[in-house]
């Protein structure tokens, strides 16, 4: 049997399949906007469980919560959690880690005398430079300037 039966039917081939693939997408994005009690309830659990873990010493015995760690609290693997995150509040699953731990570290270093690497690891990091650089583009600027300027 030849490849192509005629001049057209790769073109018919390729154009069903990209229609069945927005099909697909279709039904994946519909989810989020049919389930929106259910979503809501996911953005809280998601939130209380960073607040949890950066108001507790677990930061600083398991490291920096990562996006598989959050998905498997709420029950969801993590692209999905991250999708759903995104169209309910604009951020994914790693903005809100980041958001959370940024967060924290503006108040140590306003609320301490703290050296900046100290806070680093309090929060998790193994390495003071990580958060220099995560601090740094988050926020504009580096810890101890923020801590200067404030």
């Known amino acids: 049997m030849p490849a192509n039966i005629d001049q057209h039917s790769q ?3 390729v154009t069903n399949l990209e229609l069945l693939l927005q099909y697909c997408n279709r039904f994946y994005d519909r989810q989020f906007y049919t389930r929106n009690p259910h979503q ?3 953005v809280e659990r998601v939130e209380a469980l960073l607040l ?3 108001s ?3 930061a600083l015995r ?3 919560p990562t996006v598989k760690f959050c998905a498997e609290h709420v029950n969801l693997s993590p692209n999905y959690l991250s999708d759903l995150l995104k169209k309910e ?3 994914n699953t790693q903005e809100h880690i980041h958001y959370h731990l940024i967060e924290r570290a503006k108040s140590a ?3 301490t005398d703290e050296p900046v690497s100290a806070i680093a690891y309090d929060l998790g990091f193994e390495h003071p430079q990580s958060f220099g650089t995560l601090f740094k583009k988050k926020v504009g600027m580096p810890p101890g300037r923020f801590r200067q300027l404030n």
Request: charged share 25%; proline share 0%.
């Open 89 to 91: 509040t604009g951020k």
């Open 109 to 111: 270093l306003l609320a």
């Open 40 to 42: 809501g309830d996911v």
């Open 62 to 64: 398991h490291g920096i």
């Open 56 to 58: 507790s010493d677990k």
């Open 52 to 54: 949890d873990y950066f």
């Open 11 to 13: 073109t018919v081939i």
